[in-house]
């Protein structure tokens, strides 16, 4: 009779676990896992429950007695059902305690019973000090009230079992996520007596889903902030699942676009088809590490946009097969009519130098050859009748010849100055020390007769440059220290150091009169002399504009440092590519 009665406990609360798993499994089918777990728990959950209705009332000590008819052949009745009662209670003991899950017989009043070793070393308290209290008060303030209102559902008798998810507070005072399931145990006299508790650790799985969550949430406010639309595909099946800004871009709602692939190569530019297809096909036969196309598709109002693409396949089959192809599509079409717009001023640009150089050439031949003419005559006209003229006759015809000769020069530094901007730059490595001593011995009667002196240090190094261009760089500075310089001795000193972001830049120092402040950007313009046109040597005022444009073309930027009287120090670049090599030896 017992064992009979006992089977029938187990098959129904077998029957009522099992129907608990199944509602859980229906409302949260992603935690699969966590339910088989439960299940391999069910036939000791379901022994406790029969120990314990087993223990609650004599009732069950009078159907396990012997009948008086048996008595005679069975001597130890007593002694067999104490062993029994003793074995139900160890073998409850150890089915609770070492259950890998917590477990737990609470009253309905939320009184810890009974608590196993997991569910204490899940919350950091011992056995003594949750027996003492109760569920409410380790239970996260913010389920609490949930918790409770299933609970008396329970107590209502609405519902058999619920389940959550819900938080403890540890005895550290940390937060642990965990999945409770609770059914209710009712006495003979249909009062509820306890609940019994399943509590599994579901922490790093809630970590894992909130952080996937703030994953998700930066994606999508990159993918805003970037304008972008995304597209899934789905090779085998040949379906392309799109997003509402894919949409967006053409005009459409994503309910009106069909998640197919041939939504997309319908909407595809005829011209730019052959491309698109063959840049795809490289990539889903692994010969490109992405795909990447930049194309046109047309919009719902039959206009074309322009559609910057790119993806990468992200699930390949055993054999490498291609099965997934995700990526982004971005609307280029601003910056593509800007290129377009961009590229047409430049082809306008070049036909306004072409025809500006032409001009140039021709101006200056038609220009220069009457003016050679005009001094030409003048001179003759100085040698044939120097006797006739009188003083003031000479006079102008000497200031005709000067003036003529001024305006050839200016004529060819205005040329000279032209050609810097069109001349190609070949870049190579140049020893700047060799080259600028190369400069020195080149002018080197020339600072004889101005008592100049050049010191080119040793800093100087090889760099990447345009070898004649990078030399008149120098020789202009140098030139100018020595011929705006009052001093008895005049002195120029060429050398480089390092800034704090190491680029190198290049120094030309000289003793000279030095420039006003308010000058240091004004000295650059092209014929802007401080001085008089006769003064300090005359000259066109050309040469630093034309040294500005050749650091400008090598992508430098050039400065000074001044105090009128104290000489003046030029700084320049000659690049940002940090290809100098280490100072000369």
């Known amino acids: ?13 077998g029957a009522l676990l099992l129907l608990t798993l199944l509602g859980y499994y229906h409302d949260s089918p992603t935690l699969l896992p966590a339910i088989l777990a439960s299940a391999v728990l069910s036939a000791s959950t379901a022994f406790i429950v029969a120990y314990l209705i087993r223990q609650d009332t004599p009732v069950q000590a009078l159907l396990d007695a012997p009948h008086p008819q048996d008595l005679a052949t069975d001597t130890h009745p007593m002694e067999d059902a104490l062993e029994a009662a003793r074995m139900s209670e160890e073998m409850f003991r150890l089915a609770m305690n070492n259950a890998p899950i917590g477990m737990a017989l609470v009253s309905p009043e939320g009184k810890w019973l009974r608590v196993n070793r997991a569910i204490c070393e899940l919350v950091g308290y011992s056995e ?31 519902i058999d079992f619920y389940h959550m998810e819900k938080r403890y507070i540890r005895k550290n005072g940390e937060h642990v996520w965990i999945l409770l399931s609770v059914s209710l145990v009712w006495d003979n006299e249909d009062k509820p007596r306890y609940f019994i508790s399943q509590i599994q650790d579901i922490d790093a799985r809630k970590k894992a889903e909130a952080a996937l969550q703030i994953s ?35 005009g459409y709602q994503l309910a009106e676009v069909a998640p197919l692939r041939a939504t997309w190569e319908k909407a595809i530019h005829p011209d730019d088809k052959a491309n698109v297809m063959a840049a795809l096909e490289a990539h889903l036969q692994g010969k490109t590490e992405t795909y990447e196309a930049e194309h046109r598709l047309q919009h719902n109002d039959g206009h074309w946009v322009w559609i910057l693409t790119k993806g990468k396949v992200i699930e390949r089959d055993q054999n490498g097969k291609p099965m997934r192809l995700c990526g982004t599509h971005l609307d280029v ?64 015809l000497h200031t005709l010849v000067r003036l003529t000769s001024r305006l050839e020069d200016l004529i060819e530094e205005l040329l000279h100055y032209s050609r810097v901007g069109r001349t190609e730059i070949a870049l190579q490595p140049v020893d700047l020390h060799d080259a600028v001593t190369g400069v020195v011995d080149s002018i080197a009667g ?92 005359g000259g066109t005022g050309a040469g630093l504009s034309i040294t500005q444009k050749i650091v400008r073309r090598h992508g430098g930027r050039i400065w000074l440092e001044s105090e009128e009287g104290q000489g003046t120090t030029f700084f320049f670049t000659l690049q940002d590519d940090g290809k100098s090599t280490e100072d000369h030896d």
């Open 1 to 13: 009779m017992t064992t009979r009665i006992v089977a029938m406990i187990l098959v129904a609360f």
């Open 446 to 537: 020339w600072l004889e007769e101005y008592n100049g002196h050049v010191i080119v240090d040793d800093s100087l190094p090889t760099t990447h440059c345009h070898q004649v261009l990078a030399a008149e760089v120098f020789r202009n500075l140098i030139t100018n220290g020595i011929k705006y310089n009052d001093s008895e001795r005049k002195q120029v000193e060429v050398g480089a150091l390092h800034n704090e972001e190491g680029e190198t830049v290049f120094f030309v120092r000289d003793n000279g009169i030095g420039i006003a402040p308010r000058h240091n950007e004004t000295v650059f313009r092209i014929f802007k002399r401080l001085h008089g046109r006769d003064k300090f040597g």
């Open 216 to 250: 998700k949430e930066r994606l999508e406010l990159a993918l805003q902030a970037g304008q972008l639309g995304t597209w899934d595909y789905d090779v085998l099946a040949d379906e392309v699942h799109y997003d509402d800004r894919w949409a967006e871009m053409l």
């Open 128 to 158: 003594g000090e949750l027996l003492v209290t109760d569920f409410q008060t380790i239970t996260h303030p913010e389920d609490l009230d949930k918790d409770l209102a299933l609970l008396q559902q329970m107590l209502r008798r609405e």
């Open 333 to 396: 079409t601003l910056q593509r009519h800007a290129q377009e717009e961009l590229a047409a001023f430049a082809q306008a640009l070049e036909r306004s130098n072409k025809e500006l150089e032409d001009f140039a050439h021709i101006a200056s031949h038609d220009l220069k050859e009457p003016l050679r003419g005009i001094r030409n005559y003048s001179t003759f006209l100085l040698e044939d009748y120097e006797d006739v003229l009188d003083e003031d006759g000479q006079n102008k």
